[in-house]
Antibody
Framework: EVQLVEAGGGLVQPGGSLRLSCAAS????????MTWVRQAPGKGLEWVAVIYSGGTTFYADPVKGRFTISRDNSKNTLYLQMNGLRVEDTAVYFCARGRDIAVRGTPPYFDYWGQGTLVTVSS | DFQMTQSPSTLSASVGDRVTITCRAS??????LAWYQQKPGKAPKLLIYKASNLESGVPSRFSGSGSGTEFTLTISSLLPDDFATYYC?????????FGQGTKVEVK
């Protein structure tokens, strides 16, 4: 059974940093399109970042240059380092497994999801 | 900006109704489109991928169709468990844009 368990959310001031983690079981983070998707309170879904099995990373424009996706294969864990946080980054952040992509450089669609972790950016 | 527009935003329906949700893309996404169901406080659940492929374990009352810029999700006979919010997502372009969601509520 696949399980993705996020942690690391919380309250942070604008301009601050936070690191989210996603512990995976039942799948290997090194062999999949591992992604972060977020959802602002009462709003829709937004893809944030993906790391391909080969290690290549891609980011949505709103977070490019501020967020970094990475993984620790030995711990089978995915991370999202978030720097320069803004009020508009407030959201539930989901870890998700991408099953397939259309072409290289695009995000996948998502078949397994974690329960999410809430990040609140506020002074 | 690439946009995915769902309609309607809210749909009032009764158990047993046939329900259709539309998703329109601002440019062609071929058939690179997925549909998800989300219930309050929960993660989304994959229903349909590549426009018309039913995800394993998803009931056959759900179906998807379309290509290019217009897509539909149909629930053939609504069950109580189907009241939720539904999202489309295109994965043809870099933005991986989701629609804004369609809430299916009790009439």
């Amino acid at each position: 059974e696949v399980q993705l368990v996020e942690a690391g959310g919380g309250l942070v001031q604008p301009g601050g940093s936070l690191r989210l983690s996603c512990a995976a079981s039942g799948l290997s983070v090194s062999s999949n399109y591992m992604t972060w998707v977020r959802q602002a309170p009462g709003k829709g879904l937004e893809w944030v970042a993906v790391i391909y099995s080969g290690g290549t990373t891609f980011y949505a424009d709103p977070v490019k240059g501020r967020f970094t996706i990475s993984r620790d294969n030995s711990k089978n864990t995915l991370y999202l380092q978030m720097n320069g946080l803004r009020v508009e980054d407030t959201a539930v952040y989901f870890c998700a497994r991408g099953r397939d992509i259309a072409v290289r450089g695009t995000p996948p669609y998502f078949d397994y999801w974690g329960q999410g972790t809430l990040v609140t950016v506020s002074s | 900006d690439f946009q995915m527009t769902q309609s309607p935003s809210t749909l009032s329906a009764s158990v047993g109704d046939r329900v259709t949700i539309t998703c329109r893309a601002s440019e062609s996404v071929n058939t690179w489109l997925a549909w998800y169901q989300q219930k309050p406080g929960k993660a989304p659940k994959l229903l349909i991928y590549k426009a018309s492929n039913l995800e394993s374990g998803v009931p056959s009352r759900f179906s998807g169709s379309g290509s290019g810029t217009e897509f539909t999700l149909t629930i053939s006979s609504l069950l109580p468990d189907d009241f939720a919010t539904y999202y489309c997502q295109q994965y043809n372009t870099y933005s991986g844009t989701f629609g804004q969601g369609t809430k299916v509520e009790v009439k």
